[in-house]
């Protein structure tokens, strides 16, 4: 209903399930944002049906994301997973800062607001491949130096969990990552699941170039200051509010790689890379130690 309502709006059809929509509408892209769970399904079907396909993360696991980029090549379609961050002008503005330096030392905030319901958590695939993900891409990008991107070579990560629905719902609430990099360079994350502030999205490299950081955007640009102290505005509600620039270019590149006017910048062996690390992070919760990162040809 919320579909057809919308369509009606838009003036646009609208289709009840993914094989009805491929066999009535003339399209050449999929956009696969749907429930976490049913992604590697439908981009599966998507390519066997002859369309190209941008998914948002996450594709799946290791198995599924190999099987996935074979697949595309098989039927010679694009496949693009959406890491919306990358595209977004400031962290663009970071990185071409940094040019070919690596920082020495990279932090990485990332506090959602407001907390997802218990339906988006049960199957959301968890707060690594859910939120941290985009800090490991963002991480690995900004270390990448003359390269496109670099990749950890071992992982630690601890965890907590105090809010009393993420407790009864067996979630976790805020974790911090550690991870390490050739050369002994070290990118930190902080995650957490509430922030009773806004979005809290930022940045900080630093190195022998001195240090740049990325803020927070906020709800106004206004600061009043008064014999009582200074008041400045919240960060921006949630992401759609903070990534509306982000999104759009994302998919501006995806429809001109379709084209041919440009090659994909978020490569098969960044996203392997990635579901690698999510996996070491994910053992080190378990077992409260450094773990290995995969060896990845990055």
């Known amino acids: 209903s919320r579909a057809t309502a919308l369509a009606d709006a838009l003036g646009c059809p609208t289709a009840s399930d993914a094989a009805e929509a491929f066999a009535r509408h003339d399209a050449d892209v999929v956009i696969v ?42 039927r010679n379609r694009s496949l693009m997973v959406g890491f919306q961050r990358r595209f977004d002008p400031e962290f663009r503005e970071l990185r071409r800062r940094l040019g070919s330096q690596s920082p020495q030392m990279l932090k990485l905030t990332s506090r959602d607001a407001p907390i997802p319901s218990r339906a988006y958590l049960a199957t959301s695939g968890g707060i690594v491949r859910d939120c941290v993900v985009h800090d ?26 105090h809010h009393d629905d993420l407790t009864a719902w067996g979630e976790i609430e805020g974790l911090a ?16 699941r509430t922030c009773c502030y806004g979005y809290d999205q930022r940045v900080e490299a630093f190195g022998p170039f001195g240090m740049a950081q990325l ?23 949630s ?27 978020v490569l098969e062996k960044q996203v392997v890379a990635t579901e690698m690390i999510c996996e070491a992070i994910e053992a080190s919760l378990e077992s409260g130690a450094f773990c290995d990162v995969r060896n990845v040809d990055a």
Not at 141 to 161: C, I, K, L, Q
Not at 218 to 231: E, F
């Open 136 to 161: 490991i891409d963002i991480a690995n990008w900004m270390m990448g130096g003359e390269a496109s991107h670099a990749v950890p070579e071992r992982v630690s990560a601890a965890s907590y969990t």
């Open 239 to 265: 992401f759609p509010q903070r990534y509306p620039d982000a999104y759009r270019i994302e998919l501006e590149h995806f429809a001109d790689v379709v084209e041919g006017k440009a090659q994909c910048q």
């Open 33 to 74: 944002a749907t429930t976490t769970h049913t992604h590697t399904e439908l981009v599966q079907a998507s390519l066997s049906a002859g369309f190209h396909v941008f998914c948002e993360k996450p594709l799946g696991t290791l198995d599924q994301v190999c099987a996935c980029y074979r697949l595309s090549r098989s």
């Open 177 to 192: 990552v550690t991870m390490q990099y050739p050369h002994g360079n070290l990118a930190l994350i902080d995650v957490s």
């Open 215 to 237: 803020g927070n955007r906020l709800q106004s640009t206004v600061v009043q200051h008064t014999s009582d102290g200074t008041v400045v505005s919240n960060p921006l509600y």
